[in-house]
């Protein structure tokens, strides 16, 4: 695995390493031309299994192979990836395409080919709409609420998992707080009707001792804090995980000297754990601040008869009932299109200022 | 016995008793009583989260007609556990027809969904011609979606709409799991691979005879991941099958349970039928499982760092 902190990809024939990797890299990489890479291997494969003994010592560049040639020694290949790039076109790439329907006003007896273009049409239609309006209120106030408290609870799982934990109890507590996460989520939601829901475990105790039934699951006011306590069951197990493979990568001997130097168990945690942590806590923070628009769709369509579109009306599940159960669907594209730019720039955006404060953000480690 | 000289405080005994001893450095504090307190007490309020609510609907879905009556709904521990529940779904064609649908698109989607990444992720794990491109073309799928409506009007365009395949087909190709397969396939050593094709092997069966049998580890866990994507998969199901014939068991649970339409005799086709709440419970139950059996073997590879290397990327 050595190359998985390279953060320059191979390329075909010769290193040609990826945009975003720093301009240092780059050149070492293409300093090191033919150096013993993955690429010499092929090479000398291809040039008909001549020179096994050169493909180990680091050769002189060699002059890249035609297209011809190349195409010939790679054809398998280039078979192998057929299926994969179809996949990919039918169902990534068309479908980007057809989001021109944004721009249209595309009826479904119409071919997208025949759609009048409408030019910014739908997006000041969906400006005008209240309910768009509603839908990215409650996507912006569940997303802040979920970044402010579910993002935390993985770190503090993780802390207290590391910190005390033995091996047995570790093993035992990780297979049960992972194993959420594997849930679909009406599963999920099933599980939590339940337990929390009208006629629920929960209530039926309450009722048992002479209370009332709390709506739970139905009660719009609430909701917010529902979804958050939903999603920390789910995966706040599962989020641990990326922070364990962060701290076991933290020196012991940094803790060892500054629990010599007198540090306490809190002053360790601050001025050794959590500094050790930064880069993943900032590379999650950028992906969610980067998702902050795609708060959970099944979630959202699961509960939205049970509380009301008010409290459960979220961009995704607008674009649903807007285009498809409301047949506008050039309004539901436009919603779809514009949380997709709107989530790529975020995403950028804080890539940027990620390198900006010195971090590595998501690409420079990436990918491997 | 004083603290000074044991190295071992009373309630650390008892912890290393239950749980095992646990690994501590010469220069490590011995636990704090109220500091461990609030630890076991923080894991065990998670566990008991965890645990109960599934414990309730496996109990409840298993118990008696009587002692549901007398518990007014949900059951701990089954005092008289009986399979009816079981026996009537299983009987019903509404739910036995939905759990045929999962399996088909779990089982063909994994097969297909495997074959598709391994090729992909094989071929792009060495420089090939076009392969930059080709990376770069998956990777800009992590980072956006084209969007649920045009990808209904696909599946449209394709035919698909009412069709197990557009359950199957959108969904062979994850670029998370070809990230992880393909570093897999990357650190095999580059020497094998050498000498098979000084022996005159051909890029396919390099691929068949060498890179496979070394990668069951890998395969077997991204295969898990397809599998668990499948069975779970409700919104595709929601959106491309109108058909209640074709759907899966994700949208009966979604139905019965979540939006309580009642599951009488009658919409299940059976004749008699067993308290309508253990046979939603049997229902939450038949789509757990399969989840839960194959779980420890997903955990498994946990351990292995197969998930956490690719996730640090």
């Known amino acids: 695995m050595s190359t998985e902190r390279d953060p320059a990809p191979p390329g075909p024939g010769g290193p040609a390493p990826g945009g975003p990797a720093p301009a240092g890299a780059r050149d070492a990489a293409r300093q090191a031309a033919a150096a013993p890479g993955r690429g010499t291997a092929r090479d000398t494969g291809a040039a008909g299994g001549t020179g096994a003994a050169g493909a180990s010592a680091a050769l002189p560049r060699r002059p890249r192979a035609g297209l011809r040639t190349r195409l010939r020694r790679d054809w398998q290949m280039l078979l192998l990836m057929v299926p994969g790039a179809l996949c990919l076109l039918l169902f990534f790439y068309v479908p980007i395409l057809g989001n021109v329907i944004a721009f249209q006003d595309y009826q479904p007896y119409l071919t997208i080919w025949e759609a009048p273009f409408v030019g910014l049409q739908n997006f000041t239609d969906l400006v005008d709409d209240d309910r768009f309006g509603l839908a990215l209120r409650n996507t912006l106030v569940l997303a802040g609420l979920q970044l402010l408290l579910f993002f935390p609870l993985p770190i503090l799982l993780a802390l207290i998992v590391d910190s005390m934990m033995t091996p047995r109890l570790r093993r035992a507590f990780q297979s049960i707080v992972y194993l959420p996460h594997f849930l679909s989520w009406v599963l999920v939601i099933a599980l939590f009707h339940q337990v929390l829901g009208g006629a629920g475990f929960i209530n039926q105790m309450i009722v048992r001792f002479g209370g009332e039934a709390i709506g739970f699951m139905t009660n719009p006011d609430t909701f917010p804090l529902l979804v958050v306590l939903e999603v920390a069951w789910k995966d706040a197990g599962w989020g641990m995980i990326i922070f364990l493979a962060a701290l076991a990568a933290i020196d012991p001997a940094l803790y060892e000297s500054a629990a010599a130097d007198g540090a306490g168990r809190f002053r360790r945690i601050w001025h050794i754990t959590l500094p050790g942590m930064r880069p993943v806590i900032v590379l999650l923070l950028i992906l969610n601040l980067g998702s902050i628009l795609t708060v959970g769709f099944e979630q959202f369509i699961l509960q939205r008869d049970a509380v009301g579109a008010d409290a459960a009306e979220v961009l995704d599940t607008y674009a649903y009932y807007t285009g498809v159960i409301g047949g506008s669907w050039s309004m539901g594209a436009a919603a779809g299109l514009a949380k997709g730019v709107v989530g790529t720039v975020l995403i950028l955006a804080a890539n940027k200022i990620a390198h900006l404060l010195g971090e590595d953000g998501i690409y420079r480690g990436r990918p491997s | ?313």
């Open chain 2, 1 to 313: 016995m004083s603290p000074r000289t044991s190295a071992t405080s009373v309630h650390e005994r008892l912890w290393g008793w239950a749980f095992g001893r646990s690994e501590r450095a010469a220069w490590m504090e011995r636990p704090s009583l109220p500091l461990t307190g609030m630890k076991i007490l923080v894991i065990g309020l998670v566990s008991i989260s965890i645990i109960v609510p599934m414990l309730i609907v496996v109990s409840t879905s298993f118990a008696s007609e009587e002692q549901l009556r007398e518990a007014g709904g949900y059951v701990l521990f089954p005092t008289d556990p009986t399979l009816e529940a079981y026996r009537t779904i299983f009987a019903s064609p509404l739910v036995f027809r939905a759990l045929g649908v999962s399996v088909f698109v779990t089982v063909v989607g994994t097969v297909l969904a495997l074959a598709v990444t391994i090729c992909m992720a094989y071929a792009l794990s060495r420089p090939v011609i076009g392969g930059r491109f080709m990376l770069m073309a998956i990777i800009v799928t992590m980072f956006f979606s084209p969007g649920l409506i045009p990808m209904y009007l696909m599946i449209k365009q394709l035919h698909l709409l009412n069709t197990v395949w557009s359950l199957i087909l959108p969904g062979l190709f994850a670029a998370f799991n070809f990230i992880v397969m393909r570093s897999f396939f990357m650190g095999i050593p580059r020497e094998l691979l050498e000498s098979a094709r000084i022996d005159g092997a051909s890029d396919i069966s390099i691929l068949v005879r060498i890179v496979l049998p070394l990668s069951k580890a890998v395969i077997a866990v991204i295969g898990l991941f397809y599998a668990v994507g499948f069975w779970n998969s409700f919104f595709t199901a929601m959106l491309y099958i109108s058909d209640q014939t074709l759907w899966p068991i994700q949208l009966i649970l979604r139905s019965y349970v979540i939006q309580g339409t009642s599951l009488t005799a009658d919409s299940l086709g059976v004749s008699q039928a067993p308290p309508p709440q253990s046979i939603k419970m049997a229902v939450v139950v038949v789509a757990l499982a399969p989840i839960v059996l194959v779980y420890p073997f997903l955990q498994k590879y946990f351990s292995k760092g197969v998930i956490t290397g690719a996730i640090k990327g």
